[in-house]
């Protein structure tokens, strides 16, 4: 029974193993199979080279976006009824915020907190910035929540960069190797927002291609 048991669990690694492996290809070779490709260094040719279509543009994040911002800097007391969330509270398997399990806060820290930015909005990509780092999530819920600092609110430009695309992008192995020009040996610990601001990767310019791939990527998603 315990053989049986292992087998079926190497089978189940394999699978989602070559599954990844197909999403990272639709992200680097996109939706053809003949695209006309072209090799590009975005993070240094002492770091991986990839081979993209050329119709493609590499871009800066920051360019993409309406804002890229962070929750608050300071803990206000937890005294009241809404909902303050941290990097703990990003349910990676729902892909949403545990409401129920967030620290709630009094009103005017709360009306303080949404007055600097700290709430995010339909369809902002919320990503962990501080602790954990790469966690993330597009956020669609009608819950009324602010952020913490540890994590990044990103408002990305609708008609050129769409949100869920970006999501995978930034769980790639383009955000892994860009991450990785900042490590000096240990372990990264933080990500200050000018850092993911600047990060550089290759995307479709039509955002409807973006939104095709993004479908595609959700239905490899759900059988891992």
């Not at 993209?52 to 800097?73: A, E, F």
């Not at 700290?118 to 990509?125: A, E, F, R």
């Not at 000018?194 to 291609?209: D, N, R, T």
């Amino acid at each position: 029974m315990d053989q049986l048991i292992q087998a079926q669990q190497q089978i189940i690694e394999q699978t989602q193993k070559l599954m990844k492996g197909q999403m990272e290809k639709l992200l680097t070779s996109g939706l053809k199979k003949n695209n006309d490709l072209e090799s590009i260094a975005p993070y240094g040719k002492q770091f991986q080279i990839f081979s993209v279509p050329r119709t493609w543009k590499v871009k800066n994040l920051g360019d993409l976006c309406q804002i890229i911002t962070d929750g608050s800097h300071f803990s206000p007391g937890k005294n009241g009824e809404y909902p303050l969330a941290t990097v703990e509270n990003m349910n990676m398997n729902n892909n949403k915020i545990d409401v129920d399990s967030c620290y709630k806060i009094d009103k005017n820290d709360y009306e303080y907190l949404v007055k600097n930015n700290c709430q995010p909005k339909n369809n902002d990509v919320l990503f962990s910035k501080d602790g954990t780092i790469g966690l993330c999530l597009v956020y669609t819920q009608s819950d009324k929540i602010v952020v913490l600092s540890s994590i990044a609110i990103i408002r990305t430009k609708p008609d050129e960069l769409d949100p869920n695309f970006l999501k995978y992008i930034l769980k790639s192995r383009y955000m892994q190797i860009y991450l990785a020009k900042f490590k000096s040996g240990t372990a990264l610990k933080r990500l200050i927002l000018k850092i993911i601001s600047e990060f550089v990767f290759p995307l479709p310019p039509k955002i409807e291609e973006q939104q095709k791939i993004v479908s595609l990527l959700s239905n490899v998603e759900i059988k891992i």
